[in-house]
């Protein structure tokens, strides 16, 4: 399939290393955050989500932070593995309904 | 279960084609969207509906892009007229609610519209 990766910041991790994908946001009204994982050829696929009463929250092998006083997201992947290879977003509901506002994308390339 | 599919995956257009490009969202979903994603870009949003009802089309760049959602399921994005500018994968998602628990958003795989 054809890549979304083009001129994308890009993450070069090892096999088993920890990854911070970071992700700042614009709008200090938003209240919800998605990050969504997207490999190529695919559409993005939801990761992990965190309200912005939070600081806060795990998953498997994930993690997100938000910063709201300098309006900051990041993503930490533990023991990052060859399939987490792939372009990943940050998303920010505005608004009140689900329309979501992509940030721009980092990818991340993952070595065995 | 099915998720979202799009077709056709890939759609080459003459400038000044007209094309349509189709959305299968996730059955029962009330929330359909429609994005366009440039090469390297991430997502912008195109419009939304709930169920039938076109709520929000601000995200359509011109009067060339029409969307339908008749019957609250099946949704087409239309695009008169291609321009080079419109070449692009064009992404539809869909969510169970409006607002909330079940408001995750599912992405289809994409159409990728490519205008000569």
């Known amino acids: 399939g054809e890549s979304v990766g083009l001129h994308l910041p890009t993450l070069s991790v090892q096999e088993g290393d920890n990854s911070i994908i970071n992700c700042a946001y614009s709008n200090s009204a938003s209240d919800y955050f998605i990050w969504y994982k997207q490999e190529s050829g695919k559409g993005p696929q939801f990761i992990i989500d965190i309200r912005s009463n939070m600081d806060k929250r795990q998953g498997q092998r994930v993690t997100v932070l938000l910063n709201k006083t300098v309006k900051h997201l990041s993503l930490q992947i533990a023991a990052t593995q060859p399939g987490d290879s792939a372009v990943y977003f940050c998303a920010e509901n505005i608004g009140g309904y689900s329309t979501l506002t992509f940030g721009k994308g980092t990818m991340l390339l993952v070595s065995p | 279960g099915a998720g979202v599919s799009q077709s056709p995956r890939y759609k080459v257009a003459k400038r000044g084609q007209d094309v349509a490009l189709r959305c299968d969202p996730i059955?029962?979903?009330?929330?359909l969207f429609w994005y366009q994603q440039a090469l390297g870009q991430g997502p912008e949003f195109l419009t939304y509906f709930q169920n039938e009802a076109q709520l929000d089309k601000s995200g359509l760049p011109s009067d060339r892009f029409f969307a339908e959602r008749p019957e609250g399921s099946v949704s087409t994005l239309k695009i008169q007229r291609t321009q080079q500018e419109d070449s692009a994968v064009y992404l539809c998602?869909?969510?169970?609610?409006?607002?909330?628990?079940?408001?995750?958003?599912?992405f289809g795989p994409g159409t990728r519209l490519t205008v000569l």
């Open positions: 998602a869909s969510s169970l609610t409006t607002s909330g628990r079940g408001n995750e958003q599912f």
């Open positions: 059955s029962g979903h009330v929330s």
